[in-house]
Structure formats: structure tokens, C-alpha cells
């Protein structure tokens, strides 16, 4: 299995555009995550999803969406880049809900905005 | 505030020294995990408690978690270079009814040679 994977690891955009970030699993996981992670400050979650089809917010989902067409992919689209976006974004899965269930994480995305 | 406390934020060792890094929570907590992650790099899962008084280890890392839950530790014994990184503490609570699962700030581990 590869477990959770990303791309880019790498970008930079100029304010104002947009991209989309990827995740893939291929452990059959139902709960997918999307988290930025800013110096000093943890881990923020940005959306979440419980199965394909269904999605909502985290903490901090302003400037992001989301879509789950399949158990697989959750990709993280920024639709106007902004400095204050500049992060390292992580997606994770895991099994369920369950409070047993571990999560696991992907490389991550170095993003920044300029 | 942070729902996840993790202390101290950033440690710096000398090779073969002991180490213990903390993670505490006003709530309960109904998983505790912790994760190393390197520069550049994902999340690495170390381990998983979710009993009140459990511990675990694995080589030469041990985390423990309290009694009431609300505090876990994790120890190196004898720390080599290889064990730097950031340690991160995550945990499942639960909040009006559902579990979300939050994360502590990191720990940043420093071993000199």
C-alpha cells in the first residue's frame, strides 16, 4: 500500500491564482482530513469528510473547498491565493470515526504565496 | 487557548541523556497518539493509547497515559540523533456530543552528537 499520498510537495503562487491540491489513499478509509500546519500553531483542520459524497468544515475553512467523488481522492481546491495561505497542508485518513481509529498522514504540501 | 497543551516546545539534549515530552488536556481524552515528523516530511505514527493508566513502548520510546486521561507523557531513554524531530501529540474529544480529534503545538527535539 502506499498509504496517503500528495502532490505537489512544492509550490509557489502569485496572489490571486489558483490550484489544487491532491490526496489519494488506497487503505478503503471512509474519513478523510485536510489540515494547514503554521509555525508554532499545531495542526488547523480545514474541511473534513466521512465518505464519498459528503464533506464539511473544520476550523479554519475560509479560501478552501473540497469535493469527495470517491473513497479515494480529496482534493483541496484554493480558488484566490492569498499570503496568509502560505503553509504546509496535510491530508490524513483514517478508518472511521471511532475514537480507537488511527490517522494517518501524508508527506505534505509546501505552499507559498508571494 | 489550546485545547492541547504540549510542553516544553522545544528541547535540546545532549546524546544519551533522557527525555520526557508532555501532553495535557483539560478533557478527556478518549485516543491519545503520538506522532514524529521530520523537516520536510508527513506525520509519523508512533503509538496509540486509549486506556486510563496505559503505557507502551517501542524501542527506546515509552508514552504513558494518566489515570484520568487527561495527560499522556512520552520518554526517551537514551537519545540518539536519530530521535530529532518534532514530536506532536494528537487526541480524539469530544465536544457537545461528536469526538473531534485535535492536535498539541509540537515539541521540537534537538540531540547533540
Known amino acids: 500500500n502506499a498509504g496517503v499520498t500528495q502532490t505537489p510537495k512544492f509550490r509557489i503562487l502569485k496572489i490571486g491564482q489558483s490550484m489544487t491540491l491532491q490526496c489519494a489513499q488506497d487503505?478503503?478509509?471512509?474519513?478523510m482530513y485536510w489540515y494547514r500546519q503554521d509555525p508554532g500553531m499545531g495542526l488547523k483542520l480545514i474541511y473534513y469528510?466521512?465518505?464519498?459524497?459528503?464533506?464539511d468544515k473544520g476550523e479554519v475553512p475560509n479560501g478552501y473547498n473540497v469535493s469527495r467523488s470517491t473513497t479515494e481522492d480529496f482534493p483541496l481546491r484554493l480558488e484566490l491565493a492569498a499570503p496568509s495561505q502560505t503553509s504546509v497542508y496535510f491530508c490524513?485518513?483514517?478508518?472511521?470515526?471511532?475514537?480507537?481509529?488511527?490517522?494517518?498522514f501524508g508527506p505534505g504540501t509546501r505552499l507559498t504565496v508571494l | 487557548s489550546q485545547e492541547l497543551e504540549q510542553s516544553p516546545q522545544s528541547l535540546i539534549v545532549q546524546e544519551g541523556k533522557n527525555l520526557t515530552i508532555n501532553c495535557t488536556s483539560s478533557?478527556?481524552?478518549?485516543?491519545l497518539y503520538w506522532y514524529k515528523q521530520k523537516y520536510g516530511e508527513g506525520l509519523i505514527f508512533l503509538m496509540m493509547?486509549?486506556?486510563?493508566?496505559e503505557e507502551k513502548s517501542h524501542e527506546k520510546i515509552t508514552a504513558k497515559l494518566d489515570e484520568k486521561k487527561q495527560q499522556s507523557s512520552l520518554h526517551i531513554t537514551a537519545s540518539q540523533p536519530s530521535h530529532a524531530g518534532i514530536y506532536l501529540c494528537?487526541?480524539?474529544?469530544?465536544?457537545?456530543?461528536?469526538?473531534?480529534?485535535?492536535f498539541g503545538t509540537g515539541t521540537r527535539l534537538k540531540v547533540l552528537a
Open positions: 494528537g487526541a480524539v474529544v469530544s465536544t457537545s456530543g461528536t469526538y473531534k480529534y485535535i
Open positions: 478533557k478527556t481524552l478518549y485516543g
Open positions: 490524513a485518513s483514517r478508518p472511521s470515526g471511532r475514537a480507537g481509529d488511527t490517522q494517518y
Open positions: 493509547l486509549q486506556k486510563g493508566g
Open positions: 487503505m478503503n478509509h471512509n474519513y
Open positions: 469528510s466521512v465518505g464519498a459524497g459528503i464533506t
